[in-house]
Structures are given as C-alpha cells and as structure tokens.
C-alpha cells in the first residue's frame, strides 16, 4: 500500500466514493477498515485529527458510526462531516503525536498512535528554470521506513500543476522531471511539500487499517521562466 502515501493520490480513492456511505450498525465490525490521520498544515497553523471508516478496505463504502461506537483523539471526540463522511477536530498549532481511540457497536476498543515527522525547504532559487529537471532538497531527517515526500508545483496557468513523489530510504531530496517542469507556466508561482508517515497501526480489526502522520510545511514563492 506504499502508492497510498501521498496524500494526492489517496485523496482521488477517497473522495471517489465519498458520496455512497452506510451506517456502521448495518455490517460485520470485524469488516471495518479504519483509517486515521494527523496532519499539521505550516500555512494555516492548524493540527487536523481525522478518521475514516470504511467496508472491507480503504477503497470500500464509508461507514458512519452508529450508536454506541465512537471515536476520539487525545480524549476529544471527533465530529462526523456528513458532507465528506469522515470523523475531524481541529488543534490550534502543532500537535506532533496523539492515540486515536475507536470503540464499535460491539464495545471492542482500538488504540492506535500517530506520528508526525516534520519537514522543510532546503534552499530554493527565487527563480526556477522550466528547461530542466528541478531538485528540491529538504531539512529534517532522511525518509525512513513506510515514509514518503511529495511536492506539487503550481505556475500561473489554470491546470499547470505537477506533482512529484519519491519514497525512497534515505532521500533528503526529490526530483520533478524536466517532462512536468515544462508543463507549468510561466511567471509566479508556489511549491508545496510534504512528508507522509505511515508505519503499521497496531490495534485493527480483521479488515486491517491505515495510519499517517501528515506535515506540510509553509509554501514556498517562485518565479518559474
């Protein structure tokens, strides 16, 4: 399940189903997919605690937990957003690391704790050439195991952002192609990066689950010519 550590590419599998949800009373507990995540966003300075829940899989039905299953983060319990069906409440600032608690219908409780490691630009030219592969270095320690770094590139253009992702033991850098570096346009723009964790959970049911720890670090400004 490596591909499913960028964010941008789990994104597309959630929201691919994100209208179709059912009660978690109406199927077997033992068949619940659990999904949680701890992403801090450097931009808005906000610590996000989510959690999903699904039939089966991560690709399958989104459940909504039916009374007297709940589930909470550090003690706070999460709220249900009926729009995009997943379980959030939001921290002012970092929270570096929490424990998820879930209980089912049938009163089995799952402890599962969340790691975020941290990230941030290395140095980046104010301008960036769009001729030519672009190396975008990092701080922080080296990619680990389970672990993945990801950036997107957007230029002025509607439609021009690229992404690039590596996962890679040891990298302190990725490389976006000279292939996508000509396909953003001219002028200003912005490059987002970001470090997704995502070691095994510990307490899941017989369905399996998935956890990460999500930092995004502030945008950094470019001139792309």
């Not at 109406?26 to 701890?38: A, K, M």
């Not at 424990?99 to 409780?109: A, L, P, Q, S």
């Not at 995502?198 to 399996?208: K, S």
Request: hydrophobic share 45%; with cysteine.
């Amino acid at each position: 399940m490596r591909y499913f550590l960028f964010s941008l590419t789990l994104s597309i599998v959630l929201l691919a189903t994100s209208c179709q949800r059912e009660s978690s009373a109406d199927v077997n507990q033992d068949r619940i997919f659990t999904h949680y995540e701890l992403f801090y966003n450097a931009n808005e300075d906000i610590t996000y605690a989510r959690a999903w829940f699904r039939f089966g899989s991560i690709t399958g039905t989104l459940l909504e937990l039916a009374d007297p299953s709940v589930v909470s983060f550090e003690g706070d319990k999460l709220s249900f957003n009926k729009v995009l069906a997943f379980y959030e409440k939001q921290y002012a600032g970092f929270k570096s690391s929490g424990t998820f608690k879930w209980e089912d219908t049938d009163g089995k409780v799952f402890e599962n704790t969340v790691v975020i490691n941290e990230i941030a630009f290395g140095a980046i030219p104010d301008s960036i050439a769009r001729n030519a592969a672009f190396t975008i270095p990092w701080t922080g320690a080296a990619l680990g195991d389970n672990e993945a770094a990801g950036v997107w590139i957007n230029g002025e253009n509607e439609g021009d952002a690229q992404a690039a992702i590596t996962i890679e033991n040891g990298a302190t850098a990725l490389i976006v192609p000279a292939d996508k570096m000509a396909k953003v346009g001219a002028g200003p723009g912005k490059i987002y990066l970001e470090r997704r964790s995502a070691p095994a959970l510990l307490e899941v049911t017989g369905a399996g689950g998935y956890g990460a720890g999500v930092y995004r670090p502030k945008f950094k400004d470019v001139v792309f010519k």
